[in-house]
């Protein structure tokens, strides 16, 4: 008997309602600034449509608590009940919920848990409805199955309303073979009991070729008096004896520990991208041109004399053009809209600026402007660091704002934008700005500067990047903004992007983070060293000078410095750092490639420049092995491997050389 | 149709032929008679019709009279008894020897 698992959809039906989850949180927080009733029925649709999901692929706890959410979503919808901040927090609280369950659910483990529990009773109390003790934990189901796991607990009352267990056992016996497990954990003591209420529970195991809508069909008059859960059976074969089923387990042992769970190994970061439909008819427009370019090149070979060269040029050019076209569209799949990171902040603001007792009005711009997947998955947590800072320690409390002359309310702005092939993301506060005087005075104590005097506002503002002004304790009223900085920067870095800040105080600061398109393809500028080919991201470099000898002054300990606009930065000698010999020794027959990199300026001696050109990354490490100094290869036209530079990486060693 | 009935010296209960929850009252009575004796003795022989709510409050006797110290054992029990209690999964709670004839 064919089997359809359910389990290849789930992907599919997590994204889907992640995304759900994420318009319901944003409706709701519109509904809290006092939103229209179009808000409360995207709500709605958005809960139903997840708790219809959860039911059809097996995840009856979500459901259930789906299911509750909807009930009191109901009571907006038809204005039975009038929404206030609590109503909302508590839909809030419960997106939050949900979204723990799918995690859950990713990871194979049980989606029900105490918190879950309280909530979804929380849920139900608001509609004035109480539940029964949380159903049996719920397995997941992952595969196909020949059956069903029935949770079913009736209510004190079915008794006396006329229904009886037992009848519906009966019925449920004749749709396959059913085991059934009592809870007896319910019960009360002999003379606590009335006979005509109800206070066994079951968990049926039914084996067989049976429809959902069959087993339901059987509950289909106690909907109301019962909690029921129907999930298929893992796994299950109809003669498959050795399946320990649920009547091995002692009886009267209360069930509160979950069953083992089979389990696939599910990852939770989903390998996928969703890609806009546009975007594909316009690959296959490319790939039907590149078609076309090919078989007109194709006639070339056939016969081909010195006349037909202008065609072949055209025809050539017309290759390189669609070969662009079709790279960039390519390329085009992985960039997805920054507005999935910046959706998770108009909440977070919320909830921030609540405890802590400050307004806090956010703007988002270009939330369309698209970035790399990997880039987006990797930059939220530093922009979380940035907003939480800037509302922590950035924008002052409404009565410090009053005192400074300014509204109550403080701005926080976000925007994304496309500037110069790069992605430029800026995080704006109208708050106190940064603390001079307190940077300066902690940076002293912590070794970094050896005085504040002379040093421009840039540089000061420089130091909360510094690793070691991160790590005091937070007492002052500036340090929340240096706590974890370091990080931040290092994971921009480590994107190939830079962040820098402007901060006027009295007025705001901002922070901008450049970040590259891609991390498939760099620009780089082609070195020469020793022979080999090395590649410079263009991203990083600041200049290209030739030095004399004279401008070169070594310092003890073997080091070598030189003058660049009002600073001495150290020179590394790209052949000794990579080992490869046969290079030039004096400085005047090489170059100096001045970069920007994580620790700050560096001059790497080269050989020669060859020239500019776009590299395709391929990763070392999944092909060979981590080489300090190198982030990945590429291949050039004639065939040979170029290695590409890792700028961060080699002036961090420099730093951290200078510093030891 | 003969109601519940305990016999105080042996703490026995003969059960109704309609077990049921509209006559439960009864056997309740009865068997709550049934646990102040040493030992207990169910006669569900009889039975002909039984319902959840009737093996319910026999889960709950048994536990009570495990608790107290009471014996319990069974004189019989019918078949509709039996199907009943396999239902619903109550036969080890229960503690039901095989079913005899009715």
Same mark, same amino acid.
Request: contains cysteine.
């Given at each position: ?518 991390? /498939? *393809?760099?620009? =780089? #500028?082609?070195? +020469? !060293?020793? %022979?080999?080919?090395?590649? @410079?991201? &263009? ?46 020794? /004096? *400085?005047?027959? =090489? #170059?100096?490639? +001045? !970069?920007? %990199?994580?620790?700050?300026? @560096?001059? &790497? ?56 | ?102």
């Amino acid at each position: 008997m064919s089997t359809v698992s359910l389990a290849q959809f789930h992907q599919t039906f997590f994204d889907e309602s992640h995304e759900g989850l994420d318009a319901m949180e944003t409706a709701l927080l519109a509904l809290d600034g006092g939103g229209d009733k179009e808000l409360v029925h995207g709500i709605f649709r958005a809960a139903h449509s997840i708790k219809g999901g959860a039911a059809t692929f097996g995840f009856p706890d979500m459901a259930a608590f789906t299911h509750e959410a909807e009930s009191l979503l109901d009571e907006l919808r038809d204005g039975r009940r009038a929404i206030d901040a609590g109503i909302v927090e508590l839909l809030l609280r419960s997106v939050d919920c949900l979204r723990g369950m799918f995690a859950r659910a990713q990871s194979g483990q049980p989606l029900a848990d105490a918190a879950s529990e309280a909530l979804r009773h929380e849920l139900a109390a608001a509609v004035g409805r109480s539940l029964a003790p949380a159903a049996a934990p719920a397995r997941r189901a992952d595969d196909a199955s020949t059956g069903w796991a029935i949770s079913f607990r009736p209510h004190k009352g079915m008794l006396a309303g006329g229904n009886d267990p037992l009848r519906l056992l009966r019925e449920l016996a004749e749709l396959g073979e059913l085991k059934a497990e009592a809870e007896l954990d319910r019960l009360p003591g002999f003379e606590a009991l009335d006979p005509s209420e109800c206070h066994l529970g079951w968990r049926l195991e039914l084996r067989g070729d049976v429809a959902r809508a069959a087993v339901k069909g059987v509950f289909d008059w106690v909907e109301d008096e019962c909690d029921l859960s129907i999930e298929p059976l893992p796994g299950a074969e109809v003669h498959n004896a050795h399946v320990p089923v649920a009547a091995a387990e002692p009886v009267a042992a209360q069930s509160s520990a979950p069953k083992a769970v089979p389990r696939e190994a599910a990852s939770a970061e989903s390998g996928s991208v969703r890609v806009a439909i546009d975007k594909i008819d316009s690959l296959i427009d490319l790939v039907g041109e590149l078609v076309i370019t090919q078989s007109m090149l194709d006639t070339f070979r056939e016969d081909f004399d010195a006349s037909r060269l202008e065609m072949l040029q055209q025809g050539l050019a017309q290759l390189a053009r669609h070969t662009r076209l079709l790279q960039e569209s390519v390329m085009g799949i992985r960039m997805l809209p920054i507005a999935s990171v910046f959706n998770r902040f108009p909440r977070m603001v919320r909830d921030l600026g609540q405890k802590l007792g400050k307004q806090v009005k956010l703007e988002l711009v270009g939330e369309q402007t698209e970035l790399d997947k990997t880039v987006l998955e990797k930059i939220g947590d530093p922009l979380v660091h940035l907003v939480r800072n800037a509302i922590d320690h950035g924008l002052e409390t409404p009565d410090r704002r009053r005192a400074a002359g300014k509204g109550d309310v403080g701005t926080l702005r976000l925007e994304a934008s496309h500037r110069n092939g790069s992605i430029v993301v800026e995080i704006s506060d109208d708050g106190a700005g940064l603390n001079r005087e307190a940077i300066v005075a902690k940076a002293l104590q912590r070794g970094l500067i050896a005085s504040g005097d002379g040093l421009t506002d840039d540089a000061v503002a420089d130091l909360i990047f510094q690793p070691g002004f991160s790590t005091a304790a937070v007492t002052t009223d500036l340090s929340g903004r240096g706590v974890g900085m370091d990080v931040v920067r290092r994971n921009v870095v480590d994107l190939g992007g830079s962040i820098g800040i402007r901060s006027v105080a009295g007025k705001g600061s901002v922070f901008t983070i450049t970040l590259p398109l891609t991390l /498939a *393809i760099i620009d =780089g #500028l082609t070195a +020469v !060293v020793g %022979g080999e080919h090395y590649i @410079v991201p &263009l991203a990083s470099i600041v200049e290209t000078v030739q030095l004399r000898d004279q401008q070169l002054r070594t310092v003890t300990g073997g080091g070598e410095l030189f003058h660049f606009r009002d600073a001495w930065l150290p020179v590394l000698r790209l052949q000794d750092a990579f080992g490869c010999g046969g290079g030039k020794r /004096a *400085i005047e027959q =090489g #170059l100096v490639i +001045v !970069v920007e %990199g994580d620790g700050g300026r @560096v001059g &790497l001696f080269v050989d020669e420049l060859i020239g500019q050109q776009q590299a395709v990354v391929k990763s070392l490490e999944a092909n060979y092995r981590r080489v300090a100094g190198i982030s990945g290869a590429t291949i050039l036209a004639d065939g040979s491997v170029a290695l590409i530079v890792d700028v961060a990486g080699l002036s961090r060693r420099m730093t951290r050389r200078r510093a030891a | 149709m003969g109601k519940a009935k305990t016999d105080k010296a042996d703490g026995r209960v003969t059960l109704p032929a309609d077990c049921r929850i509209a006559d439960l009252p009864a056997v309740k009575d009865a068997l709550r008679a049934a646990l102040t004796a040493p030992a207990a003795t169910l006669d569900g022989g009889a039975v002909e019709r039984v319902d959840t709510a009737a093996l319910q409050l026999l889960a709950v006797f048994r536990r009570e009279a495990a608790a107290r110290g009471v014996a319990v054992a069974w004189a019989g029990a019918s078949a509709a008894l039996h199907d009943g209690a396999a239902r619903l999964g109550l036969v080890q709670t229960l503690e039901l020897p095989a079913a005899t004839p009715a």
